[in-house]
């Protein structure tokens, strides 16, 4: 737990790039202690480290870690115990997911998000994660839904049964058994988003306490919905091949995993590819230490498929949560979750005891517009399109001096390095004030290597603006010596 702690503290003390004012090193490791015990990492009775440890881990005073809990003992928040140590003595609050005050608006993805799902038509959003409206197939969707509207049945007014509209379900597995999975339909779970279906398995595998192993750099809501679960958040080094095998052994015989969670396919948010031989050892590491949860919402972007974990594992080990948000439209809210046949029972006793069901009306809709031929005709114009994007944003990204990690073979986003060691967060911050929405690469790991690098939505950065916006931001940060 303390080491845990060490490593939210020092993240919290070097992310403090906000034009707030001052605050002492005691009030940032207060403020570092306070989102711990807040978020319910550190419930009530829980030991914190001794005083000498907390501040050799920090690299600061002891002086400075005894003012701390010595402010936070007066304020009854903690409890100490002579001979024994510090304690948390306040109990839980209610679960508070924001980041510590110190944290800059730029870089937490919370707030992105809310900026995004805004839709100002005044702000541009290549930190976005999805596709512009213009992009999306919304005449075929229309027609969907009035023939699901015009017809009869039970979809437009009644609750869905228990695992979801039986004939999507069905039409879900054949376009499984097309990439040489076998997968029964009963196994499939359908439900309303795929954060939704990993929120299911994760009630279903997850204690308090539990070890959740992700990729760093990683999809950043999973950091905040396995926090939710009280989880123990570890993360892997990512290569531009797929997990650093070693680095994932070493992991996993430490801090014995329940999960880890992968994305397959195009990654998020570096947009590299698993290769055959790392998905192979990944997934034999997975079958000795634990249980897998493969994130398949970006395959449809894919020219050719990527191995998947699932596949090579026959749904053993491994769930799998995929949807149509990215590339339909998110507004009908349908995904699925497939897991071995006595995994996918008791999820589904989950999915009615937390929601009762997804929704029939956007299932049945779902299944007409892939049923009649849409699905495969707009993917067929998106894909072609998609790489044309990757390869004018790649090279407009080098104009300016920026260098894109890989050549992603599909999907939506370009991971790039700025140019000098800029700081990506300052430069995020410079570019909110000229109304553009950059995603830097602290947003997705706190690790010193990705602090230069930007997530860039290709769909999005197409537009001269954000080069115009993100030139400007640049300028003004190397001017202001904002280099790391």
Same mark, same amino acid.
């Given at each position: 737990?303390?080491?845990?702690?060490?490593?939210?503290?020092?993240?919290?003390?070097?992310?403090?790039?906000?034009?707030?004012?001052?605050?002492?090193?005691?009030?940032?490791?207060?403020?570092?202690?306070?989102?711990?015990?807040?978020?319910?990492?550190?419930?009530?009775?829980?030991?914190?480290?001794?005083?000498?440890?907390?501040?050799?881990?920090?690299?600061?005073?002891?002086?400075?870690?005894?003012?701390?809990?010595?402010?936070?003992?007066?304020?009854?928040?903690?409890?100490?115990?002579?001979?024994?140590?510090?304690?948390?003595?306040?109990?839980?609050?209610?679960?508070?997911?924001?980041?510590?005050?110190?944290?800059?608006?730029?870089?937490?993805?919370?707030?992105?998000?809310?900026?995004?799902?805004?839709?100002?038509?005044?702000?541009?959003?290549?930190?976005?994660?999805?596709?512009?409206?213009?992009?999306?197939?919304?005449?075929?969707?229309?027609?969907?839904?009035?023939?699901?509207?015009?017809?009869?049945?039970?979809?437009?007014?009644?609750?869905?049964?228990?695992?979801?509209?039986?004939?999507?379900?069905?039409?879900?597995?054949?376009?499984?058994?097309?990439?040489?999975?076998?997968?029964?339909?009963?196994?499939?779970?359908?439900?309303?988003?795929?954060?939704?279906?990993?929120?299911?398995?994760?009630?279903?595998?997850?204690?308090?306490?539990?070890?959740?192993?992700?990729?760093?750099?990683?999809?950043?809501?999973?950091?905040?919905?396995?926090?939710?679960?009280?989880?123990?958040?570890?993360?892997?080094?990512?290569?531009?091949?797929?997990?650093?095998?070693?680095?994932?052994?070493?992991?996993?015989?430490?801090?014995?995993?329940?999960?880890?969670?992968?994305?397959?396919?195009?990654?998020?948010?570096? %947009?590299? &590819?698993?290769?055959? $031989?790392? #998905?192979? /050892? +990944?997934?034999? *590491?997975?079958? !000795?230490?634990?249980?897998?949860?493969?994130?398949?919402?970006?395959?449809?972007?894919?020219?050719?498929?990527?191995?998947?974990?699932?596949?090579?594992?026959?749904?053993?080990?491994?769930?799998?949560?995929? %949807?149509? &948000?990215?590339?339909? $439209?998110? #507004?009908? /809210? +349908?995904?699925? *979750?497939?897991? !071995?046949?006595?995994?996918?029972?008791?999820?589904?006793?989950?999915?009615?005891?937390?929601?009762?069901?997804?929704?029939?009306?956007?299932?049945?809709?779902?299944?007409?517009?892939?049923?009649?031929?849409?699905?495969?005709?707009?993917?067929?114009?998106?894909?072609? /399109?998609?790489?044309?994007?990757?390869? !004018?944003?790649?090279?407009?990204?080098?104009?300016?001096?920026?260098?894109?990690?890989?050549?992603?073979?599909g999907g939506l986003f370009l991971w790039a390095e700025?140019?000098?060691?800029?700081?990506?967060?300052?430069?995020?911050?410079?570019?909110?004030?000229d109304g553009v929405v950059f995603a830097p690469g602290?947003?997705?790991?706190?690790?010193?290597?990705?602090?230069?690098?930007?997530?860039?939505?290709?769909?999005?950065?197409?537009d001269p603006r954000v080069f115009a916006a993100l030139?400007?931001?640049?300028?003004?940060?190397?001017?202001?010596?904002?280099?790391?």
């Amino acid at each position: 737990m303390s080491n845990s702690l060490a490593h939210d503290t020092m993240d919290s003390l070097s992310t403090s790039s906000a034009p707030t004012a001052p605050v002492s090193r005691v009030g940032l490791v207060i403020d570092a202690l306070r989102v711990r015990i807040d978020s319910r990492a550190l419930g009530k009775g829980a030991k914190l480290p001794s005083v000498r440890r907390l501040a050799e881990q920090l690299e600061v005073s002891k002086s400075t870690v005894v003012e701390a809990y010595d402010r936070l003992v007066a304020e009854g928040v903690v409890e100490a115990r002579r001979g024994s140590g510090f304690y948390v003595a306040a109990p839980s609050s209610p679960l508070v997911l924001a980041k510590a005050p110190s944290l800059d608006p730029a870089v937490d993805l919370l707030t992105i998000v809310r900026n995004a799902l805004e839709a100002r038509p005044d702000v541009l959003q290549p930190a976005s994660g999805w596709l512009p409206e213009s992009w999306l197939p919304a005449t075929g969707v229309e027609r969907a839904v009035r023939a699901v509207a015009r017809g009869g049945g039970r979809a437009k007014l009644h609750y869905d049964s228990p695992r979801g509209f039986e004939p999507l379900r069905r039409l879900i597995a054949a376009r499984f058994a097309d990439r040489g999975a076998r997968v029964d339909p009963a196994q499939i779970v359908l439900t309303d988003s795929t954060t939704q279906a990993l929120d299911l398995a994760a009630r279903f595998l997850l204690s308090p306490g539990d070890c959740v192993v992700v990729d760093d750099p990683r999809y950043f809501n999973l950091v905040q919905l396995f926090g939710v679960h009280r989880a123990k958040i570890v993360g892997a080094p990512f290569t531009r091949e797929g997990p650093d095998v070693g680095a994932l052994e070493a992991i996993f015989a430490e801090h014995r995993p329940r999960l880890y969670i992968m994305i397959s396919g195009p990654h998020n948010p570096t %947009g590299a &590819s698993l290769s055959p $031989t790392v #998905a192979h /050892r +990944v997934l034999m *590491l997975a079958e !000795r230490h634990g249980v897998t949860i493969e994130d398949d919402i970006y395959a449809d972007f894919e020219t050719a498929p990527s191995p998947r974990l699932a596949t090579l594992d026959g749904f053993n080990r491994v769930i799998q949560v995929g %949807g149509f &948000s990215k590339t339909v $439209t998110a #507004a009908l /809210r +349908v995904a699925y *979750l497939v897991a !071995r046949p006595d995994w996918s029972e008791a999820i589904v006793d989950m999915k009615l005891a937390t929601t009762l069901g997804n929704s029939a009306f956007a299932a049945a809709t779902m299944h007409h517009f892939l049923l009649e031929g849409g699905f495969r005709r707009h993917l067929d114009a998106l894909r072609p /399109r998609l790489a044309e994007a990757i390869a !004018r944003v790649s090279r407009q990204l080098r104009a300016q001096g920026a260098t894109p990690w890989v050549e992603p073979q599909g999907g939506l986003f370009l991971w790039a390095e700025l140019p000098g060691g800029l700081d990506a967060t300052e430069v995020a911050r410079l570019g909110q004030e000229d109304g553009v929405v950059f995603a830097p690469g602290r947003s997705f790991s706190s690790s010193p290597k990705w602090r230069s690098y930007m997530r860039f939505n290709v769909a999005v950065s197409a537009d001269p603006r954000v080069f115009a916006a993100l030139e400007r931001a640049m300028e003004k940060a190397a001017k202001s010596g904002s280099i790391e």
